[in-house]
């Protein structure tokens, strides 16, 4: 039992890399690091006889917040990978990832680890740490969505963190449908994220696209990405759900505000269920309110992952 435990945390730990280094570009993830817990009572786990000694954190990144100017943030990863299905009623559980989650966030400020950091990033003046817990399921559907399970919970008011992201099996299946397919087609060097004007970004967005993934965005069901190909610069924006008539014009005015992304070529909408056949006079009939448009020219909609029927 105990072999088979470490193997499946081995292959969560590899899941992990695999998210944010080949997916989410993070080039300086530290694995496996530990840190002393100073809270050892207060922390101690249930049925230990014995206060809490140390944290264990899976995965840390760094980076200069490009939504933020002088604003660092760190990512403390928790692993939580299971070979069974998610429970059918998994907030229990949940709420025991988020508490050690929370806990480890707790010592994390008052570590030599942040200090270090923080010297090691010049012009900065906030420091924000983000929690993010990975809990896949190898069984589970690929687009089994946790997260609504879950969103509505009551949180313990002793546990002290700012924010806690969850990646469930949903959230990663889109970002791998999305991300790292559209680099594995065009070669990562000729793909950017995307920065929206968050209004706290001023310095920051004479460089409004670049390799650094905000931790932001995986809150969000929409991902912006630049792209440099043959036909010139594409802006390809995937929508984590089904294309719906009375959204296509926000999406296309959302779309229209990356204008400034240094001459775009392209746009490319990508929908879960988009249907040329059933929505492209809709489409068109939309496309006279943005007659910079010219559907199949400058102006692309595709469903992702793509099948043979819409080639």
């Known amino acids: 039992m105990g072999e088979w435990s470490k193997s499946v945390g081995e292959k969560g730990e590899n899941v992990c890399k695999f998210i944010f280094e080949n ?5 300086s993830l530290i ?9 050892g009572s207060k922390h101690r786990k249930k049925n230990s006889e014995s206060n809490r000694k140390t944290h264990g954190i899976d995965g840390l990144v760094s980076y200069r917040n490009p939504l933020e100017d002088y604003s660092l943030d760190i990512g403390i990863i928790s692993s939580k990978y299971t070979a069974d299905s998610y429970p059918n009623s998994p ?10 989650l929370a806990q480890t966030i707790e010592c994390f400020s008052n570590s030599k680890i942040i200090n270090n950091l923080n010297q090691n990033y010049t012009e900065v ?3 924000e740490t983000v929690g993010i817990l ?10 089994f969505d946790l997260i609504s399970k879950v969103n509505n919970i009551q949180i313990d008011s002793d546990l002290i963190f700012d924010r806690i992201i969850l990646l469930d099996n949903n959230k990663v299946t889109f970002l791998y449908d999305s991300i790292f397919n559209v680099k594995k087609t065009f070669g990562s060097e000729n793909v950017d994220f995307v920065y929206h004007n968050s209004g706290l970004n001023i310095v920051s967005q004479q460089n409004s696209f670049g390799k650094i993934f905000p931790l932001n965005y995986l809150y969000s069901d929409i991902i912006a990405l630049r792209i440099i190909s043959k036909e010139g610069i594409l802006l390809s924006i995937f929508i984590n759900d089904y294309f719906e008539e009375s959204k296509f014009a926000q999406f296309l005015n959302f779309a229209k505000s990356f204008d400034h992304l240094n001459s775009v ?3 490319i909408l990508n929908f879960r269920n988009y249907d040329y056949l059933i929505n492209e006079k809709s489409v068109k009939e939309k496309l006279t309110n943005f007659p910079m448009y010219i559907l199949n020219k400058n102006l692309e909609i595709n469903q992702f992952p793509s099948d043979f029927r819409n080639k």
């Open 23 to 27: 997916i989410l570009n993070f080039n």
């Open 31 to 39: 694995e496996n690091e530990s840190i002393s817990c100073i809270k």
């Open 265 to 267: 070529n392209k746009i």
């Open 91 to 100: 907030t229990t559980v949940f709420k025991e990832h988020l508490a050690d």
């Open 134 to 143: 990975v809990w896949l399921s190898n069984k589970s559907d690929l687009s």
């Open 125 to 127: 003046t906030k420091t």
